[in-house]
């Protein structure tokens, strides 16, 4: 190690220092645990080891060998510095973590002469006998109140989020909702009644591309969403939060919120680490995936209950987050009954015969540019003139995708409004459309992803194209035609073909409308929603509310198509500790 490194100093402040670091954790999660399990003399043992290991490292790093009086004053300062940090996490940083979360309702008196640590500890186990009896009472009272944070988009637009507000609403809760901003004009932290949801927005710059971007949005999400967070609890002492993702970097506020008593809900809508290894398909995006999934770990472990969108996330959040199977419970994306049928309105077709829609988000892992693809093949290889393809969404592909359509030959035949906001817009087109389209191409992402768009296209009684990614086919069953993953010319000939069979176009349409109606209809799902709520609730055990999903599963008997398997969607994770928060 000399010789690699250099001199003999460099060696104790590399040993100093990472002896430090690995204690330093140590120290922060027995505070943690305290904080969360409210335990006693063994909390209080456990913070007594990491003192002493605190000071044992000072020693080590004071008494290794060093080169020269740099070397020694180098030493020296590390193993003050280090012995300073954990006068901070030991004894200091337990106060003011009391006088943030109130846990006595008071300031500690100055005249105790017992350290800060103790102090914190005694009050957490004072403050565990009330708690109980405040959290009973909250769930006997008449109006429960709960928090729904969400990052990357705001209701009404967000139609899974905006269902559970509303549903809540509904069953007589108090219901707030803490969002970015749909556009700068909206005030940031101005409370907003949305047909009896309270709305608290935020300002935040959306990411489209680039490591930095999305760094720089996710800082600015947490400290704006932790201060409207504390905000709220101050005004409002809400029962339950709803913390939704992506991205999974919440569970410090996780952690506050179970401190006060809060009952906390996890709503796993995307796998955060396969959606940045799918961004960022390199060595350092593999890095950064690795620290997302272990995010994802500790933000399902500090949830009371996790809420899944499919059978596959929720596997996910019990072999890789490690959640009890009675707390993971699955929550479709199902349209409502009122997302129905309607007249065609023939003008949008603009003169074509046939129209084809595509509506949704125009990510990255979305699809957008092999519709493309396909869309060339329909018109210049198979000569489809007579087709118009509108492309409804937004994204960081839409660009990309407007540059080459604005080049080629057949940009007369394609429109990009960009995101449809309005629903009855929506439901124009969706209604109008002959066919609709899925071009999500496989990855550890769509392997295992429910797409909203699947079920708009359903409760529209339109045929679906699709390529044959697992969960697709289970959520669409014998409405959709699915083609093998990756291959945009026979996308494109799909398209044509169900275009050209008006008949089978009407039983496809049948079988999707009736599928929503009598199962997947958030009608169906809002059930399994409150079931979660009030197993969240539930101070004492568990029970089973959901067996398995009632979802019938359509397997892949495509040749030729990848395996799914345990390894393919990451499920395996090397886990360094498992925290007991239950």
Sequence with gaps: IKRIIGPDYYVGMLFGGLMALAAMLYAFHTLITAALVGSGRASLETTSRAIMMALMVGLGAALIPTHGALGTAITSLAAVAGGLLFYCFVWIAPTRLLQLSEVSGRVFRAADPRPAASQWLLALRRRTSTEKDQTEGSIMSDVKKALIVVENSAPPADLRVWYEATTL?????????????????????VPEDLEGVTLYRFHLEKADCGLFCYVREYIVAFFSIARLCHQLWKRERFDLIHFCNPPDLFFPLMWCARLRGVRVVFDHHDLFPEFIATRFPNLFGRALSRVARLCEFFSMRSAHVVLSTNE?????????GKVSSQRAIVVRNGPRHEFRPQEPSPDLKAGFPYLVCFAGVMGQEDGLLNLVDSIEYIVRKAGRRDIRFALLGDGATRLQAIARIQESDYHNQVYLPG????????RRYLATADVCVSPEPPNHLNNVSTFIKVGEYMAMGKPVVAF??????????????????????????AI?????????????????????????????????FLNAYDLAL?????????????????????????AISESTVGLRMPLLFHLKLM
């Design 538 to 562: 539930r101070k004492n055990g568990a029970r089973p509310i959901t067996g398995p999903s009632e979802i019938e599963t359509y397997p892949c008997q495509l040749l030729g198509l990848p």
């Design 419 to 426: 995101m449809l906001t309005d629903r009855d817009e929506l």
């Design 468 to 493: 044959s990614l697992p969960e697709t086919r289970t959520t669409a069953g014998e409405a959709a035609v699915y083609v093998p993953p990756g291959d945009a010319d026979a996308f494109g000939q």
């Design 312 to 320: 596959s996330y929720r596997r996910i959040a019990v072999e890789r």
């Design 496 to 528: 044509i073909d169900l275009i050209d069979d008006p008949a089978k176009r009407e039983t496809m349409g049948q079988y999707a409308r009736e599928r929503v109606v009598n199962v997947l209809g958030w009608e169906h799902q809002s059930k399994h």
């Design 169 to 189: 609403r509904d069953a007589g809760w108090q219901v707030f909702v803490i969002c970015p901003a749909s556009h700068p004009d909206q005030p940031a932290g």
